[in-house]
């Protein structure tokens, strides 16, 4: 009892900390090109904005919908604070998903740490907080991992039903999701496949793959049909494998790279991955 409540302090005590640390940054009314094309398009009509992801866009309507949502419920005056608020809680839902669902699989220890992990990290200084779809798709693909190796050790009806359900999410929140979705459920065939669990899970675990991607077939079509001056730039580039590792070493922005703040938290987090690998 004592251990449980030790846990409930230690994991509402660092969702309380990192709400209000990060919250202190919500008073950003800076907003780049791409940020302030998210609000615009959240700001349409639903039917100028289903127009527009069909003519004119090339990204899965997600995002947009639930930054719309989250504008509607603040002032208009405060739309710009209330884009910002729409990544930052979805960081904080992360961080719950991570002191609930994933202490299930792994304990106590590893969740918290996990969660700490997440809130020392220098690119959460980005994606907490930028208006784009990255934290959204970043929140669903580890909720989708989660669920994958779930259904591994432990096969429940229900964990396959997760898993479906995450997975048509984060295709419809980024295309790139379903590069790393590939990746996710290529590695849970292989491991069905080196465990001979197929013959017991195989059936619900394609059936899954089957309907997650089933459902996201439809919109695959809208960025090969959209015209060259979109669809050109929606494919995989040289380039973009060249420059992907560089997301993770620091975030697009150099004045973020170059703040005391972005150089703390890159030591702290790396003197802390390296205790807890050494299992200190």
């Given at each position: 009892?004592?251990?449980?409540?030790?846990?409930?302090?230690?994991?509402?005590?660092l969702v309380l900390?990192a709400t209000v640390?990060?919250?202190?940054?919500?008073?950003?009314?800076?907003?780049?090109?791409?940020?302030?094309?998210?609000?615009?398009?959240?700001?349409?009509?639903?039917?100028?904005?289903?127009?527009?992801?069909?003519?004119?866009?090339?990204?899965?309507?997600?995002?947009?919908?639930?930054?719309?949502?989250?504008?509607?419920?603040?002032?208009?005056?405060?739309?710009?604070?209330?884009?910002?608020?729409?990544?930052?809680?979805?960081?904080?839902?992360?961080?719950?998903?991570?002191?609930?669902?994933?202490?299930?699989?792994?304990?106590?220890?590893?969740?918290?740490?996990?969660?700490?992990?997440?809130?020392?990290?220098?690119?959460?200084?980005?994606?907490?907080?930028?208006?784009?779809?990255?934290?959204?798709?970043?929140?669903?693909?580890?909720?989708?991992?989660?669920?994958?190796?779930?259904?591994?050790d432990k096969p429940?009806?229900?964990?396959?039903?997760?898993?479906?359900?995450?997975?048509?999410?984060?295709?419809?929140?980024?295309?790139?999701?379903?590069?790393?979705?590939?990746?996710?459920?290529?590695?849970?065939?292989?491991?069905?496949?080196?465990?001979?669990?197929?013959?017991?899970?195989?059936?619900?675990?394609?059936?899954?793959?089957?309907?997650?991607?089933?459902?996201?077939?439809?919109?695959?079509?809208?960025?090969?049909?959209?015209?060259?001056?979109?669809?050109?730039?929606?494919?995989?580039?040289?380039?973009?494998?060249?420059?992907?590792?560089?997301?993770?070493?620091?975030?697009?922005?150099?004045?973020?790279?170059?703040?005391?703040?972005?150089?703390?938290?890159?030591?702290?987090?790396?003197?802390?991955?390296?205790?807890?690998?050494?299992?200190?």
């Amino acid at each position: 009892m004592t251990f449980k409540l030790n846990f409930r302090f230690l994991g509402g005590s660092l969702v309380l900390i990192a709400t209000v640390l990060y919250g202190f940054l919500l008073n950003n009314l800076n907003l780049w090109s791409d940020e302030l094309y998210s609000v615009l398009m959240a700001k349409d009509s639903w039917g100028e904005m289903w127009e527009l992801l069909l003519t004119e866009d090339s990204k899965p309507p997600l995002y947009y919908a639930y930054l719309k949502v989250i504008l509607v419920l603040f002032p208009k005056e405060y739309e710009i604070w209330a884009a910002h608020f729409a990544s930052l809680l979805l960081f904080i839902g992360a961080l719950v998903f991570v002191l609930t669902e994933v202490r299930k699989d792994y304990g106590d220890r590893l969740s918290l740490v996990m969660a700490a992990t997440f809130v020392l990290m220098p690119c959460s200084l980005w994606l907490a907080f930028e208006v784009r779809t990255y934290m959204l798709s970043a929140f669903l693909l580890f909720v989708a991992l989660i669920y994958g190796i779930r259904i591994l050790d432990k096969p429940k009806n229900s964990d396959f039903v997760k898993l479906a359900f995450t997975t048509v999410l984060a295709l419809y929140s980024h295309y790139y999701s379903l590069v790393w979705l590939f990746c996710l459920y290529t590695g849970i065939l292989c491991c069905l496949l080196r465990e001979k669990k197929l013959q017991k899970s195989g059936k619900k675990f394609f059936l899954t793959a089957g309907v997650a991607f089933g459902l996201f077939i439809p919109w695959l079509i809208v960025p090969l049909t959209t015209g060259g001056d979109i669809s050109k730039f929606w494919y995989v580039t040289k380039e973009f494998v060249k420059l992907s590792p560089m997301f993770f070493l620091n975030p697009f922005e150099p004045e973020i790279l170059q703040s005391v703040f972005y150089m703390a938290t890159y030591f702290v987090t790396t003197a802390f991955s390296f205790v807890v690998l050494c299992g200190v």
